[in-house]
Nanobody, 121 residues
Framework: QLQASGGGLVQPGGSLRLSCAAS????????IGWFRQAPGKEREGVSC????????YYADSVKGRFTISRDNAKNTVYVQMNSLKPEDTAIYYC????????????????WGQGTQVTVSS
C-alpha cells in the first residue's frame, strides 16, 4: 500500500511537507513520482526521485520551491513545498515505477490515494 499524507490548508507563501509511505513492500528499488491534479485540469508531474543515484526531476512550475527526498530506512519519500502559491492547490498523489525518473503519469504503475493541498488566504 502507498499512502500520501501531509496535505492541508496553508496561506500563500507558506510551507507543507508531503509524505509518501509504503507498507508491504520496499521503496528502495522504485522511482517515486509526485503528481498533482487541480479541478478541471490534467494530472501534472511535479517531481520524481530515482532509486539508483537519487537523481531528481522538478516541473518548471515548482523548481526552486519544492524539494524531493527519500528516507529508505523509513520507507518514505518526502516533498518539501515552500513558497506555496494558490496555483499549487490540487490533490497530490505519489506513485511508483521501475526504471528512470519520469514526469509522465502513464509510466507509473502503482498509485496511492491523494492528499489535498489548498493554498489560500
Amino acid at each position: 500500500q502507498l499512502q500520501a499524507s501531509g496535505g492541508g490548508l496553508v496561506q500563500p507563501g507558506g510551507s507543507l511537507r508531503l509524505s509518501c509511505a509504503a507498507s508491504g513492500f520496499s521503496l528502495d528499488y522504485y522511482v517515486i513520482g509526485w503528481f498533482r491534479q487541480a479541478p478541471g485540469k490534467e494530472r501534472e508531474g511535479v517531481s520524481c526521485i530515482s532509486s539508483s543515484d537519487g537523481s531528481t526531476y522538478y516541473a518548471d512550475s515548482v523548481k526552486g520551491r519544492f524539494t524531493i527526498s527519500r528516507d529508505n530506512a523509513k520507507n518514505t519519500v518526502y516533498v518539501q513545498m515552500n513558497s506555496l502559491k494558490p496555483e499549487d492547490t490540487a490533490i497530490y498523489y505519489c506513485a511508483t515505477r521501475w526504471g528512470r525518473c519520469s514526469p509522465a503519469s502513464y509510466e507509473y504503475d502503482y498509485w496511492g490515494q491523494g492528499t489535498q493541498v489548498t493554498v489560500s488566504s
